[in-house]
T-cell receptor, first 110, second 116 residues
Framework: EDQVTQSPEALRLQEGESSSLNCSYT??????LFWYRQDPGKGPEFLFTLYSAGEEKEKERLKATLTKKESFLHITAPKPEDSATYLC???????????FGTGTRLKVLA | SQTIHQWPATLVQPVGSPLSLECTVE??????LYWYRQAAGRGLQLLFY??????ISSEVPQNLSASRPQDRQFILSSKKLLLSDSGFYLC???????????????FGNGTRLTVT
């Protein structure tokens, strides 16, 4: 069964303090790993798609990387506006289902 | 550009009452459509998905049902709500025009349902 585990559950950082969020996955034939940002009371907002091991994507202070077993979302010099819940999802081959992790709640303090 | 509309934004319903949540997508055709429920600390739970009009796949047996009467319309329903149906309901669409496997889901802003 496809499964996604995110860690840590919650993370508090000082402004400018870089860190990484982890997404470990088990899936039959990975076709895509997806990162989302979710603000309170809102729907998730798409950030990145990663397809194959070794791939990297960047957007402003965020960089996502992918290995055969996990993905990392690196946050460089975060700002308070980066505070949100970050969700990871996978889709395997032969399925239309997207399986989500429980997310990492990030709080960046000024 | 594509947009997804979901309503209502909040809903308070008594136990035993019916439910109808609607989702529509604009700017794309023949999308894959999804209903998720999000409970605190439990991530997104897939409830239903549809790959075409009238085609519904159910992931969680419960007192909820889904229908897709039109290409870009997805409806979540219940005949009698339970307390356990409370949660944040999210509708999403995925493109079938690009490589469908690599297409991300795009979400609406959700409906906060409280069953009292």
């Amino acid at each position: 069964e496809d499964q996604v585990t995110q860690s840590p559950e919650a993370l508090r950082l000082q402004e400018g303090e870089s860190s990484s969020l982890n997404c470990s996955y088990t899936v039959s034939g990975l076709r895509g790993l997806f990162w989302y940002r979710q603000d309170p009371g809102k729907g998730p907002e798409f950030l990145f798609t990663l397809y194959s091991a070794g791939e990297e994507k960047e957007k402003e202070r965020l960089k996502a990387t992918l290995t055969k077993k996990e993905s990392f979302l690196h946050i460089t010099a975060p700002k308070p506006e980066d505070s949100a819940t970050y969700l990871c999802a996978v889709r395997g081959s032969g399925t239309y289902k997207y399986i989500f992790g429980t997310g990492t709640r990030l709080k960046v303090l000024a | 550009s594509q947009t997804i509309h979901q309503w209502p934004a909040t809903l308070v319903q008594p136990v035993g009452s019916p439910l109808s949540l609607e989702c529509t997508v604009e700017g794309t055709s023949n999308p894959n459509l999804y209903w998720y429920r999000q409970a605190a600390g439990r991530g997104l739970q897939l409830l239903f998905y549809s790959v075409g009009i009238g085609q519904i796949s159910s992931e969680v047996p419960q007192n909820l049902s889904a229908s897709r009467p039109q290409d870009r319309q997805f409806i979540l329903s219940s005949k009698k709500l339970l307390l356990s149906d409370s949660g944040f309901y999210l509708c999403a669409w995925g493109s079938r025009q690009a490589d469908p496997y690599n297409s991300p889901l795009h979400f609406g802003n959700g409906t906060r349902l409280t069953v009292t």
